[in-house]
């Protein structure tokens, strides 16, 4: 186990490694370092002694290799420097802006795992008739609106005309639940019906496993068959679904974060890409990365926890 | 072969059930006369046959799936009787109906496949007309089942004890420790080597013979009154194949509960069944006792399954087999099912159905050629 964990962690190093190339190559190369200085300065200030003042004050005329093995440098070390735009600590910035992606993610993100649950064991239970058919439906439907639609169709009519939430805002603390709840109500209809989708699937497909009719053979009610083979066995991978969900849930909100004003770290990723703002740009995909292999480690243990056939090694 | 085996009913062991097979239904007295009788056995066993009341009696059931290309009247009037302490086996071809027969018996047909009709009479209560929470009662109680492949009937996720503790959970008052030391016990009766320990084994820790006692272990753990054994030894070695069928012989001798062996393989009939049904299309077209059917086969199907197995020491060209495959069960030719891959049929054959026509000594049979012309 120890040693699983230990392997694992070495072996997030390629991995960062490949990214960190991706992300020299693109902003750095393609993008242009040219593209970064011209950011930084102001208008009047572009004059090709300024120019090549900050390039080397930046070591932007270094060679390509050492400013490659920069940025690596700052990924592993996790020390960006300061912000461009800001001039605040990339280190704190991050940490000022997980907290409101967190409370807009978390809740949504459980409401609906939980609720798709629930929707999917009916629509197994119930399969082929009306109650199926209708959550079918209502799924299907939910994951046809384009997510950009809702939030119009929301901030308009929900918020606008019904006055029932704030349209955008935000503030610390509890008050902010009256701003995230139009964000959270919109994110669960539009995810729930392809979870709900998916789980019935697994639900369904266990159901016919030959172990489940091996359970009612034996005297078991249909009830405690479906709760005791059939979905403990379904959540091999209904877990591992939900597991991996968990990183894209940061730039799932990428969307609802702009369009209703919450600070958090996909809108610090915006507005660093629309700036310019390298090292934040650079902390964030870090971020993002550890984030992922985090949590497909965390698959891992829990298919091990779950089922007795999986050992790690 | 094996001849016909002690059938004395033993005294069962194991908690008494309420509902237990009184006198049971009546049984229907053979028809006599009404047909020639083939090769006459002593008629002293026949009667014997009949004096006991069967412990499960399947009367016209049919069962259909209802798919979207049409209905697959994957059993469309079987009836036969079980009598306690006896093996019935069941065989045809895959895709005959044996399996649905017996998940039909038991209410546990996947859907599309509904009964449209018949009854199955177990302890005169009719199975096939009974609340769904009362013949979960039933199941693993009174009529129990071991399912074909080992592996996929058995939980992944539960060690092999568990899964044989939660059939004495349903239908026993044990508490949780004393239903994992009867799970042990059962393991041991099944011929499971260091039980205690298997007991905590996971399945996919368990050999394909193993994995089959657990199973058997499963269905046997309440003392049904009947077990339907799925092709229980299809998925196994040839050795294994042997110890399984022993030991759901030595099993039933001690219980006597009675079996019906669902199988293609006629010689595990030949070894552990009294009576054979053979099945055809989802219709019975031959039955009787085992020794007679398969030393005097009256249908063409019986007599081509039983040519088709090859004999150690006859040097075969080559293997002998049925043409043609068994017809598409959505639709169904007129006339005698096997009309088309049979070496014998006539116009005749095709004009009408034959009925199971009883021949007499426990004999029945559904060809109008065996049954004789003037039965036309």
Known sequence: MLHYLARRIV??????????????????????????????????????????????????DRP?????????????????????????????????????????????FVVEIALALALAMLCARTRGRWPDRLVGVLSVAGMS???????????RFLAFEAGLFPISGWTRGLGAIRYLALPWLLWVTVSVGYDVRFFRTALVEEQGKEYVRAALAKGMPRRLAMRRHVLRNAMVPILTYVVIQVPFLLTGSMLLERFFSIPGIGELLVQAILSYDLPVMKATVTFYTLFFIGFSVLTDLLYAAVDPRVRLG | MSVERDTASAPRGGVPKPGNAGPGAPRSAAPAGAARPLPARPAGLAAALAAEAPVLDVRNLAAWYFTDEG?????????????????????????????ATGLAVLGLLPPPGRVVRGEAVLGRRDLLRMPEADLA??????????????MSALDPLMTAGEQIAECLEMHTALDRRERAEKAVELLASVGVPEPALRAKAWPHELSGGMRQRVVIAMALACDPKVVIADEPTTALDVTVQA??????????????MGVILVTHDLAAVAQAADEVAVMYAGVLVETGPVKDVYAHPAHPYTKALLGSIPVVGQAARQLVTIPGRVPNLARLPSGCRFADRCPLAESACRAVEPDLVDLGAGRRVRCILATGRAAR
Do not use: H, W
């Open chain 1, 11 to 60: 072996s997030t190093l390629p991995i960062l490694l490949g990214v960190a190339l991706v992300f020299f190559l693109v902003f750095n190369l393609v993008g242009g370092s040219e593209r970064f200085l011209y950011n930084i300065l102001p208008p009047k200030g572009r004059t090709p002694e300024t120019i090549d003042q900050y390039r080397e004050a930046y070591g932007l």
């Open chain 1, 64 to 108: 390509v290799i050492v400013q490659f093995l920069d940025t690596v440098g700052d990924m592993v070390t996790f020390d960006f420097g300061r912000s461009e735009s800001t001039r605040q600590k990339v280190s704190y910035l991050i940490a000022r802006y997980v907290p409101a992606s967190a409370a807009l993610a978390v809740p949504a």
């Open chain 1, 145 to 155: 609106l384009p997510m950009l639609a809702l939030v119009i169709i929301g901030q």
């Open chain 2, 71 to 99: 209905t697959v009247k994957a059993v469309d009037g079987v009836g036969f009787k079980l009598g306690k302490g006896k093996t019935l086996g069941l065989v045809g071809e895959s895709g005959c109906g044996k399996t």
């Open chain 2, 137 to 150: 009662a039933m199941r693993g109680r009174d009529i129990a089942m071991i399912f074909q492949e080992p």
């Open chain 2, 243 to 256: 110890q399984i069928l022993d030991l759901i012989e030595d099993t039933q001798e001690r219980t006597g």
